[in-house]
């Protein structure tokens, strides 16, 4: 009888302290491509060609990056781009190049007053017509959001890991404005 007095009162208290986090962090919700579009990014070239943005699939499942819908980063990649002129047009289908990004690691706080995440992204651009990498890169940025830019965790743990995406394509995009190719 104490062993399952004992497991059911452990089943309370991880519920009770479940329900807690909960209510004080709140739910995240999708990030938009606004919240994770860099403001200008300073072009060192501008190409002339076109390219093709994909986002590939994270590879491990993650309840807090599922908030990062692929969609959403791939129009905030292809507004910086067009922003920032590093490539002359982008290209739903198609392009001259094909730029593929895939977001292999996503480490951000449980809780916390000010949220520290990190985010590695993979970066690979490609010719269209012979598939030849051009550049091929892992990129990791982090962003802090303190907590006064917001009262409830889950808003500034969305906010820290949007600031960390951001800083990963202003990143990426100069790096690829630097190629000569």
Request: net charge positive; with cysteine.
């Amino acid at each position: 009888m104490t062993n399952q007095m004992t497991s059911a009162f452990r089943r309370l208290a991880s519920l009770s302290a479940l329900c807690v986090f909960a209510a004080l962090t709140g739910c995240a919700s999708q990030m938009t491509s606004q919240e994770m579009t860099p403001p200008q990014v300073a072009a060192a070239r501008q190409h002339p060609q076109s390219v093709n943005v994909a986002v590939l699939p994270m590879t491990k499942k993650d309840p807090v990056a599922e908030t990062i819908a692929a969609e959403q980063l791939r129009t905030a990649i292809g507004e910086a781009i067009v922003a920032s002129k590093t490539f002359a047009d982008v290209k739903k289908d198609g392009g001259d190049y094909q730029l593929a990004v895939q977001i292999f690691n996503l480490q951000y706080p449980m809780f916390g007053v000010s949220m520290t995440s990190k985010i590695e992204i993979g970066w690979t651009l490609k010719r269209a017509d012979n598939g030849a990498v051009v550049w091929q890169e892992s990129i990791t940025t982090e962003h802090t959001t303190g907590g006064t830019e917001a009262f409830v965790g889950a808003e500034r743990l969305k906010m820290s890991i949007a600031g960390a995406i951001r800083k990963n394509i202003a990143t990426g995009l100069q790096k690829i404005s630097a190629l000569s190719q």
